[in-house]
């Protein structure tokens, strides 16, 4: 049962083996539990370890996706079903070789065989219930999520300053003949900081970029210029720069002509997603867990079971 996780790190076991153990030691433990309590009689010692094959077959075949029963979040692994084949196997030729040494073990009151078996049944939906996560959608499944990544060449390469042709601003209007980029005032989705320097109000629409204004007339400020910067939250102006952050960078864009714009790279530190993660979900691949690959972009949200997806922010991938 994919549930159940074993961090070994240092015997360097394969992955197979982390997976389907639980399922191999739950067939070996029930059915010595179950025979030592029962007795062994004729024929007993192959029945008890299939009785509980078949209980832990039941509980995987209940995980496949076409069943679709929410509590259950684990994951089919036709790997625990052999590693319980197995288990089972051992089992009865153990079973069977105590039955023929006539070592049998002393019966209990044959009222505790249901608790036994609710106990061991129980061994198996507990976990299922425990690796269950709610999501922002409003329902459970698994705890264990997909990364979601925006590349950096995605972020690095929309540096771009856009100009509105809709002003009397002679830089602007000098920018934008000699080729800058046009864009028209757009919704600002997601507001976040307000800036004022000098004659100019800066507003951050959050993960987006920066968009200025000439705030000369203060009842009525008129949108002069757009700078995309993806993963803007804040913004500072000195001698004239407007730095802005970009994610793990620092974007520099000069407030006069040329209006260069400038990247430096890593200057912040990489955040750790899985504490913007729903409680107790984690971060994982084909049932293992996983550290985030700085390398591949930043995380800007995550894929749960069914292939549901959620963002920490108003993203675009």
Known sequence: ?????????????????????????????????????????????????????????????????????????????????????????????????????????????IGLQLPIVLIGSLGITGSLIIDNCEYPNGKRTSCEVKPLYMPWDKIRKRNQVYFSADNA???????????????????????????LFNDYLFVNDRFKGIYIFDNTDQTNPKYLAYVSVVGATDMEVLNGVMYVNSFTDIVAIELA???????????????????????????????????????????????IKGGKRFFFWDVEL
């Open 1 to 109: 049962m994919a549930q159940f996780r074993f961090d070994w790190p240092a015997l360097a076991q394969p992955s197979v083996v982390n997976g389907a153990l639980p399922s191999f030691i739950h067939v070996i433990i029930m059915s010595c539990l179950t025979a030592a309590i029962t007795g062994l009689s004729k024929n007993s010692y192959w029945k008890i370890p299939a009785t509980w094959l078949l209980i832990n077959i039941g509980f995987e075949l209940l995980q496949l996706k076409f069943v679709a029963i929410s509590w259950l979040a684990g994951t089919f692994n036709l790997l625990d079903i052999v590693a319980a084949c197995l288990a089972a196997a051992l089992t009865g030729f153990y079973l069977n070789f105590q039955q023929n040494s006539n070592r049998r073990t002393s019966a209990f009151s």
């Open 169 to 195: 601003n002679t830089e602007t209007q000098s920018a934008i003949n000699e080729g800058a980029l046009i864009r028209e005032y757009q919704e600002i989705h997601t507001p976040g900081k307000i800036y």
């Open 257 to 303: 002509s040329p209006f260069s714009y400038q990247r430096s790279e890593n200057l912040l530190p990489y955040p750790n997603a899985e504490n913007w993660l729903p409680s107790n979900a984690y971060f994982s691949n084909k049932g293992e867990r996983i550290e985030i690959n700085e390398n591949k972009g930043m995380v800007v949200g995550y894929e």
